[in-house]
């Protein structure tokens, strides 16, 4: 699913109004009946108290329709309030107006400088700016959006929280609508996805207003969110007659006296996730542990490196690898199969610069943010970190995971794949390892790296995703690679 920008939608927005054809009144009384269906979902109960508070600009022409809308169905107990802080509305916030004017709902304007009222409604609904934010708030607006903060009520946004910007740079000091629920027309915005967002959204929910779906999927964007179709599409089914050969050999140089587990939790996600084999190249002293915990997996001790390199068909190192810049180094120099590099691997080619000019093309690299400073140096926000994650892919030809909550996959190509899935419950220790992992088994068998890479954030976040729904309040790593494979078994149910 393509993320496109304002600009882009208003585009869509006009194609579709002259295509469908439909006037644009009737294009907001759709999107405000969309609204609705999941308002009524989220506050079922007729009797919650609602304030709709509303600009004079299409958000909240969006608000006066929303407001007389759910009067409809029963709510009866709605304010709406209209801030009037600019001289200038739209047609269909006038004629929205005009129809509010029909019901018993009362509507309060408010002008440069007026005191504003204690808010006591159980909801209130942001219908002030939507993605019509040119600037940042300041003045009357700010003061009106701080006094909505600071009331009790739940908030729940018009297409966009007023004073978050839909794309592009969110300031460090960007002041929004903190809500719990933001209902967004068509499209989740881009800066829905950047952490910086954290305050202004709770959680988000998309709904379709009816633009014409062929004509924003052509619309050009680099960014697009992964969906469950694209994840169907890329994985393929096992097949009767395969066998281990068939799903590749997959080699974990990772652990070290200290952090053993985690090339213990990599090699066990590698496992998990398919490979037909997997062998671990650890330190001596975590043979035991790694018997233990995967008897499964293969040893391959580093002193048989050199012989060894041909016999695999992926190579994933840095989980737990501590200083052992050698095995780095010689990964980089003989290694001609598909290579992640991640952790501790990451921390050395940050301290020895030379080794970053030896990355071989189409390698991955999975920087959390930390990681990713430490390589490629401080940024203020993500937007910059993304833009410097974009050079990178495209100078050196690799593929970065860059991982947070929602992971951005960006390519060599310069495009950037967005992850949905994944929670708070995996914010723990080993969960990196366990990506890595994935990432490796999936390599060896054969997908490309960059299928490789949307499969497996994917597929991780989902196995997550299956424990916190049966919940688990908190995933530790372990429990997060044995689900691997349910997580996976999904996919084959709808498969089949
Ligand atoms: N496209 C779709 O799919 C559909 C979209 N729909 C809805 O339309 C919404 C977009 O509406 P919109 O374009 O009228 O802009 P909106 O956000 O109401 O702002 C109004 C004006 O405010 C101003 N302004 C900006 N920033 C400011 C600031 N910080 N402080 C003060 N003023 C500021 C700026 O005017 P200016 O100051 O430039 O004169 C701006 O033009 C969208 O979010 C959705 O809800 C649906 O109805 C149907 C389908
Ligand atoms: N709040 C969250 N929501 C979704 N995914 C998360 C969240 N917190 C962590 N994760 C995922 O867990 C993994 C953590 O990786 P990392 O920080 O490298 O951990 P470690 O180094 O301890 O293994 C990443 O894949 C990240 O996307
Ligand atoms: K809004």
């Known amino acids: 699913m393509n993320i496109i920008t304002a600009a882009q939608t208003r585009d869509a927005d006009r194609h579709t109004i002259e295509t469908d054809p439909i006037a644009s009144i009737d294009l907001m009384e759709r999107a405000s009946g969309t609204f609705v269906t999941v308002f009524m979902q989220l506050y079922p109960d007729r009797n919650t108290s609602i304030l709709v508070c509303c600009g004079t600009g299409n958000n909240g022409g969006d608000g006066l329709a929303i407001a007389r809308l759910l009067q409809a169905h029963g709510y009866d107990e709605i304010a709406v309030w209209i801030a009037r802080f600019s001289d200038r509305e739209s047609d269909d916030f006038s004629a929205n107006l005009a129809r509010l004017h029909n019901t018993p709902i009362p509507i309060t304007e408010f002008f440069p400088g007026d005191e504003l009222p204690v808010i006591h409604q159980a909801v209130v609904i942001d219908a002030l700016l939507g993605s019509g934010l040119n600037k940042p708030l ?101 097949k009767p007659f395969t066998h281990k050969g068939t799903y590749g050999h997959a080699l974990l140089i990772a652990g070290d006296s200290r952090t ?62 501590g200083q052992r810049e050698k095995l780095l180094a010689e990964c980089l120099t003989y290694v001609a199969k598909p290579l992640v590099i991640d952790a501790d691997a990451i921390n050395l080619l940050a301290r020895a610069s030379p080794l970053m000019g030896r990355l071989p093309g189409q390698c991955i690299l999975t920087p959390h943010m930390k990681e990713f400073d430490r390589l490629f140096g401080t940024h203020r926000t993500w937007w910059d970190r993304l833009c410097t994650a974009r050079e990178q892919a495209e100078a050196r030809h690799i593929i970065l995971v860059l991982k ?89 149910q709808q498969n089949s």
């Open 404 to 492: 947070n909550r929602y992971t951005f996959i960006v390519t060599p190509d310069g495009k950037v794949y967005i992850n949905p899935t994944g929670n708070p419950a995996m914010a723990s220790g080993g969960t990196g390892d366990v990506l890595t992992g994935m990432l490796t088994s999936f390599l060896a068998q054969h997908y490309t790296p960059e299928e490789a890479a949307i499969l497996a954030c994917y597929l991780h976040g989902a196995a997550g995703d299956l424990l916190a729904n049966e919940g688990m309040a908190v995933v530790p790593a372990g429990r997060l690679l044995e689900n691997i494979p349910r997580a996976i078994g999904t996919l084959n």
């Open 260 to 321: 053993m587990g985690a090339a213990l939790l990599s090699c066990g996600a590698s496992l998990y996730s398919g490979a037909g084999l997997t062998s671990a190249c650890i330190p001596p002293e975590g043979l035991v542990a790694l018997n233990t915990s995967h008897p499964e997996v293969m040893y391959c001790p580093a002193a048989d490196l050199p012989e060894a390199w041909d016999k695999f068909d992926a190579v994933g190192i840095g989980p737990g690898l």
């Open 138 to 238: 300041t003045g009357d607006w700010l003061r009106l959006v701080q006094h909505i903060n600071e009331a009790a009520s739940r908030r729940v946004a018009v297409d966009i929280p007023t004073g978050l910007p839909p794309d592009g740079i969110i300031p460090e000091a960007q002041y929004t609508v903190y809500t719990h629920d933001v209902i967004s027309f068509q499209r989740p915005k881009l800066s829905f996805f950047f952490p910086e967002s954290a305050k202004a959204i709770e959680r988000f929910h998309v709904v379709d207003i009816g633009l014409d779906e062929s004509f924003i999927e052509r619309l050009p964007s680099d960014f697009s969110l992964i969906t469950a179709a694209d994840i169907q599409r890329i994985y393929h089914k096992r």
